[in-house]
């Protein structure tokens, strides 16, 4: 199976690399490669990880910033994606975990024609 993947949104570190160090610095130049945000959209941009992003956004933000999809988006593991070990099922023969041990064993019909 393969392993789930996440990943880190540099935004804020590659903005400060370039000399960028308030949010609102990002809004005209994307107005002049026509991307319309609010204050409250840039910023959520800058500050929190995106889950969905437009393309044209992503591609603005390259130019902008003058850097690669590697610099903005680092792709990671998954937090908890390590296999856990699998738990016997409830109904096996091992008593030890859980309620096993006190489930009622299962009655037989036997056929019994009294004719």
Known sequence: MAAKLDYHWHLR???ADRGMFSTTDLIPPL?????????SQVYRL????????????LMALLDI?????????EPVAAAG?????KKAASGG??????????RPK???ISNTDRS
Do not use: Q
């Open 65 to 73: 910033l003058d850097c690669t999809m590697d610099d903005l988006i």
């Open 31 to 39: 107005a002049e490669r026509g991307i319309t945000l609010s204050t």
């Open 81 to 85: 994606s390590a296999r856990k070990p």
């Open 13 to 15: 570190k590659v903005m």
């Open 46 to 57: 800058v500050v929190e990880r995106p889950e969905r992003l437009s393309l044209k956004i």
């Open 93 to 102: 023969t091992s008593a030890a975990g859980g309620i096993a041990g006190l």
């Open 106 to 108: 299962r009655a037989r």
